[in-house]
Nanobody, 123 residues
Framework: QVHLEESGGGLVQAGGSQRLSCAAP????????VGWFRQAPGSGRELIAA????????YYADSVKGRFTISRDNAQNTVYLQMNNLKPEDTAVYYC????????????????WGSGTQVTVSS
């Protein structure tokens, strides 16, 4: 079991950058694959990036490819989402999710979820 907490959200101007963090106190977090999802008002939840626990598999949605980077620091028990060149359409609540299975995490069926952090991009 892992307990996830996102941080790093807030208000940023278009073209700016933000780094989100997904941290867990459990040392076992390093053996979980992690996905970052977002949900904008009136929209469904969207997978935007994922990273396998081995670090060998990554996924990026077309909408963020080339702008967002997912990474992890196992020493800090944290997975990051670096977001560059932010656009107003990136405004959403961002969630991290973790599962032992990478396919399960990518499919949006991860067992563990954080409570989300709001990212607002002003034009």
């Amino acid at each position: 079991q892992v307990h996830l907490e996102e941080s790093g959200g807030g208000l940023v101007q278009a073209g700016g950058s933000q780094r989100l963090s997904c941290a867990a106190p459990e040392r076992t977090f390093s053996s979980y694959s992690v996905g970052w999802f977002r949900q904008a008002p009136g929209s469904g939840r969207e997978l935007i990036a994922a990273l396998s626990w081995t670090g060998t598999s990554t996924y990026y949605a077309d909408s963020v490819k080339g702008r967002f980077t997912i990474s992890r620091d196992n020493a800090q028990n944290t997975v990051y989402l670096q977001m560059n060149n932010l656009k107003p359409e990136d405004t959403a609540v961002y969630y991290c999710a973790a599962d032992r299975s990478y396919p399960t995490a990518v499919a949006g069926n991860a067992r563990y979820w954080g409570s989300g952090t709001q990212v607002t991009v002003s034009s």
